[in-house]
């Protein structure tokens, strides 16, 4: 089991930048990525970055790709989202994820463990 422990989220105006946290625990030996989701009202929970915990790899979507960085402490079992020129469509729930084995990091069924979420609230 690993358990993650996200932190960072809050209001902030647009253009402006917020760095999210996700601590993990337990088994984190077995890590092969973790990864960041975002789920707005009503919507689906949607893939934004990701990154293998061996090598750093990273993944990004479309709409993150060049706006968010997203990076990991080995030493500190943390990756961390770093979110720049925030716009009010990036208003959502983040979810930091984590999975074991090769997987498809982009791909949300992939990722056996889950945060509760922290609010991201961009206003215009």
């Known amino acids: 089991q690993v358990q993650l422990v996200e932190s960072g989220g809050g209001l902030v105006q647009a253009g402006g930048s917020l760095r999210l946290s996700c601590a993990a625990s337990?088994?984190?030996?077995?890590?092969?990525?973790m990864g960041w989701f975002q789920q707005a009202p009503g919507k689906e929970r949607d893939f934004v970055a990701a990154i293998s915990w061996a090598g750093g790899t990273e993944y990004y979507s479309t709409s993150a790709k060049g706006r968010f960085t997203i990076s990991r402490d080995k030493a500190k079992n943390t990756v961390y989202l770093q979110m720049n020129s925030l716009k009010a469509e990036d208003t959502a729930v983040y979810y930091c994820?984590?999975?074991?084995?090769?997987?498809?990091?982009?791909?949300?069924?992939?990722?056996?463990?889950w945060g509760q979420g922290t609010q991201v609230t961009v206003s215009t």
């Open positions: 337990g088994r984190t030996s077995s890590l092969y990525g």
């Open positions: 994820a984590a999975a074991g084995g090769p997987v498809s990091l982009w791909l949300r069924h992939k990722y056996g463990f």
